[in-house]
C-alpha cells in the first residue's frame, strides 16, 4: 500500500462525523434524509461528508427515483482499510453520541 493511501483514509476517518456516519451504514443502507435524522445534523453537513467519504472509497451511493441510497463498502475494503475501519469503529461506537445515533436510528427504521 502506497504511503499517501494510509493518510488518504486517516484523514478521512479522523473525523468524528464521518465516523458515526460509517458507524450507521456499515449496518444498513440509508437515504441522506435518515442519516440526517439518525445524527441529529444538517443536511448539508450530512451532504458534505458524504462526498468526502465516496470520494475516499468509504461509502458508495446508488439512485432510486428520487432518492439517493448509501452504504459503506464494507466487504470491498482491503484487508489495511478493515484493520484501521475496525480500530476506529470500536473507538467510536463507545461514544455516547453513537449510541444517541443508534437509538435515533432505531427509530428512523422503525417509521
Known amino acids: 500500500m502506497k504511503q499517501n493511501v494510509v493518510f488518504d483514509r486517516l484523514t478521512a476517518l479522523a473525523d468524528p462525523i464521518r465516523a ?3 458507524l450507521v451504514l456499515e449496518r444498513r443502507e440509508l437515504t441522506v434524509n435518515e442519516l440526517r435524522v439518525a445524527l441529529h445534523l444538517p443536511q ?3 451532504s458534505r461528508h458524504l462526498r468526502a467519504l465516496a470520494d475516499a472509497r468509504w461509502v458508495e451511493s446508488r439512485e432510486d427515483r428520487t432518492s439517493n441510497w448509501y452504504r459503506m463498502r ?3 475494503l482491503d484487508a489495511g482499510a478493515r484493520r484501521l475501519w475496525l480500530s476506529v469503529r470500536d473507538e467510536v461506537g463507545a461514544l455516547d453520541a453513537a449510541a444517541r445515533d443508534a437509538k435515533r436510528l432505531r427509530n428512523v427504521i422503525a417509521e
Open 20 to 22: 458515526r456516519l460509517l
Open 44 to 46: 448539508s453537513t450530512v
Open 74 to 76: 464494507t466487504r470491498e
